[in-house]
């Protein structure tokens, strides 16, 4: 699992200056950024990412998660994008994606209100103290939380429900009458192509899964090259709970296609 982290500013020139920082803790080996923004909140609400500036300390995102995390911030008002429109498709309000809880948006939301910015990254730290220092030095407050992924297995669980209920209405469909087989035979319908779908639904998430794992790997051995040897060994355990993560829930959701491919069979 990695970390969402948020750090609030009163204006903008001191978001960018924070966001800086943040990318020089990145190159000192101190944290690894995934992915990282700055955005900001205007007065009906709505998060815009400000990550257009030439001068950005963050390049293009990649798109991974963190579209998701800010959209998300954005509530129901949405949010607006800058240059980086094309980088999320998707995954801008995909609540089940952000893998948050209900109280870290609550928290977040009650410091980043209208007028104010930030500083929004997906990150794996060794240790919190050098964010945590830097942050508060230019004036800041850091607000952290572990991403669950929560859709994987939320598609398993479905695959499970949709499954149990084809087997149902197969059996009820072999003991009904001519005239209640129409009526069985509309429900089957429904029910193969919601497992159609979540079929379709696993594969995409194995594949946005694999670039992401990807991504994040080739991340942790550059900041294993770099680092301290204390740090090296941090960042090693990290890459091996990666695999670990990704494997586990990898297995979830070849599960998932597997229960939709024998149900339809």
Not at 60 to 81: D, E, R
Not at 200 to 209: G, I, L, T, V
Request: net charge negative.
């Amino acid at each position: 699992m990695s970390k969402y982290i948020v750090c609030v500013f009163d204006d903008e020139k001191t978001t960018y200056e924070a966001a800086s920082a943040l990318r020089a803790l990145d190159n000192e080996g101190s944290i690894a950024v995934y992915e990282g923004a700055i955005v900001s909140k205007n007065e009906k609400g709505t998060v815009r990412i400000l990550d257009e500036a030439s001068d950005a300390p963050f390049g293009t995102m990649s798109g991974m998660l963190l579209g998701s995390l800010i959209g998300v911030l954005g509530g129901p008002a949405g949010m607006a994008l800058g240059a980086a429109v094309g980088s999320f498709g998707g995954l801008l309000v995909d609540v089940h994606d952000a893998g948050v809880g209900e109280d870290f948006l609550d928290e977040v939301g009650a410091a980043l209100t209208p007028g104010k910015f930030a500083v929004v990254a997906e990150a794996d730290e060794a240790w919190t103290v050098p964010l945590d220092t830097r942050m508060e030095k230019l004036g800041g407050t850091v607000h952290r939380a572990w991403r669950i992924d929560v859709e994987g297995e939320q598609i398993e669980r479905d695959a499970q429900a949709a499954k149990r209920e084809w087997q149902e209405l197969k059996e009820e469909w072999r003991a009904a009458s001519d005239d209640a087989k129409a009526k069985i035979k509309a429900k089957m319908d429904s029910v193969e192509a919601k497992l159609e779908t979540l079929d379709d639904r696993a594969k995409a998430k194995m594949e946005s899964m694999k670039k992401a794992t990807s991504a994040k790997l080739e991340k942790l051995e550059a900041q294993i090259a770099k680092s301290s040897d204390e740090m090296k060994q941090k960042y090693a355990a990290k890459r091996e709970e990666v695999k670990a993560d990704h494997e586990r829930r990898m297995t979830k959701l070849r599960e998932a296609g597997k229960l939709a491919a024998e149900a339809l069979a």
